[in-house]
């Protein structure tokens, strides 16, 4: 059992390896994840994002390196860091045979937790998820928003100090995404240590502190979701819709354009002002364009390309 | 640490029917014709016989399609292992889960039973625990089936190649004297065969004889089975 400055850091990972026929799913990641971050991670499917968390939670054996979760060292003490840790999947398995109460109340009893700890503990839960109305419900009854938010009370019944979401927002309306946001704020304000996996662009912008892209198993990127757009990708995009040959080729005379590429129909430029590609396109008469300052996407689609992942 | 069992009762009526029907028709069907068997009414010796075959069913469909259902299906046993649980609590677990369905389905019989006048004694309380021995044993080897299966299909296979050769031979219906003693040999290295040789005399007012050997047979079958199906879940769930 190694303890390595638990204080500063409730992930720490050296060199760790995962590979499944011999592919390389999570290839030699140095990771450290300071307390009370709130640690985004990005990637295309297949990137090694889920596998990099069911190795926190100890679901998945480690091929090669080191990997240390509050201070104690994985597989050896999966259970003892599984106690502090609160994981909500992505998939839901709430357990339909039982009413929202029931699931926490079974839920908690698995970490141990008495009977008088947890009715206070469930009563406080269903609060904060805002199902104190659904408390004799049964899960077919709930919406998917509503399951979310169960879920992650669920995972929040032994007080974690670190809790991991697996796309917890996937599938959800709008109205339920920016509920499940408010609550993971919360949270974050609380001092929680939090990692979430996300495809959603908008979602690791608005939450994280710290963002980290992979990629076949490799650390693309790893910063601020602010610094990330400032260092690695131009200011501004270009977006133009069905435009002609003749129409790039004009507009790719403007020497502020850093870089140019096409996908499908649409044509991007990227660069810093594109005061000339816009005067002709104002002059012109294609509007079908659309100029903005790049985000989060633009560097997630200029480190791991754009070609479909299945 | 297992509460779910409180509350997933409703299955029960059809573990307890199917047995029922089958002693009522049987018993009364063919014990017309058959008459007494090892100095027993028929009805007595397909009892005890149906009261195995019932412990044998609750305790294996459970842990087939019960346990596939939320291993697979609903991924509670994931959800599970995101708690302090190991995969060995919770393997362990749905065995006692499952040989608890076994007692409670053999409980309702030997009620239905004590009603018919087929119970010679109070012996036959000691059916209960044999009954629970019978569950654990059933519910471990249909965990193992579990732990292979990638569809509810793959149960047939069990069911049908397994199961039911083993309820036809080993002396529920009628004594295993009277097969080859090739097929007699099969029998009884089968578990069924051991759990009817206890639970018979109890419920008869019959001589318990080899209760060691009966008793072993049952538990090494259970606990082998256990330990495969809770290594192989490991490496399905955990990789």
Known sequence: MTVVNSEECIVQTKQLYKAYNGLPVVNKLNLNIETGCFFGILGPNG?????????????????????????????????????????????????????????????????????????????????????????????????????????????????????????????LDPQ??????????????????????????????????????MDHGLIMADAPPKQLIRDEIETHVLEVHAADDVLIGQLNKDGSIKRFEKSGDISFFYGDKLKHALDILEQGTHDDYLYRPANLEDVFIKLTGRDLRE | MRVWGKLAGPSLIGNFGEPFLYLLVLGYGLGQFVGEVQGMSYMAFLASGVICTSAVNSASFEGMYSAYTRMDVQQTWLGMLSTPVSVSEVVFGEVLWAATKSLISVSAILVVATALGLIADAWALFILPIAFITGLCFA???????????????????????????????????????????VQVLAKSLPLYHAISLVRPLMTGGEVTHIMLHLSVLVVFGLIAGLLASQRIQKRLIK
């Open chain 2, 140 to 182: 471990s080897l249909a965990l193992l089936v579990t732990s292979r299966a990638k569809s509810y299909d793959f149960f047939l296979y069990y069911t049908t190649l397994v199961i039911t050769p083993m309820v036809l031979l080993s002396g529920v219906f009628f004594p295993i004297d009277s097969l080859p003693s090739m």
């Open chain 1, 176 to 213: 339920a995404r920016q509920a499940i946001w408010q609550k993971l704020r919360e949270l974050k304000k609380q001092g929680l240590t939090l990692i979430l996996t996300t495809h959603y662009m908008e979602e690791a912008e608005r939450l994280c502190d710290r963002v980290m892209v």
């Open chain 1, 47 to 171: 990137a090694g994002k889920t596998t990099t968390l069911r190795m926190l939670i100890g679901h998945c054996p480690i091929d090669a390196g080191e990997l240390t979760v509050l201070g104690l060292s994985m597989p050896e003490n999966a259970s003892l860091i599984r106690e502090n840790i609160g994981v909500v999947p992505q998939m839901d398995n709430l357990d339909p045979d039982f009413t929202v109460q029931e699931n926490l109340y079974v839920y908690g009893r698995f970490f141990g937790l008495s009977k008088t700890v947890l009715k206070q503990r469930i009563v406080e839960l269903l609060e904060f998820a805002s199902l104190q109305d659904k408390a004799d419900c049964k899960i077919a009854e709930l919406s998917g928003g509503m399951r979310r938010r169960l879920t992650l009370a669920r995972a929040l019944i032994n007080k974690p100090k670190l809790l991991i979401l697996d796309e917890p927002t996937t599938g």
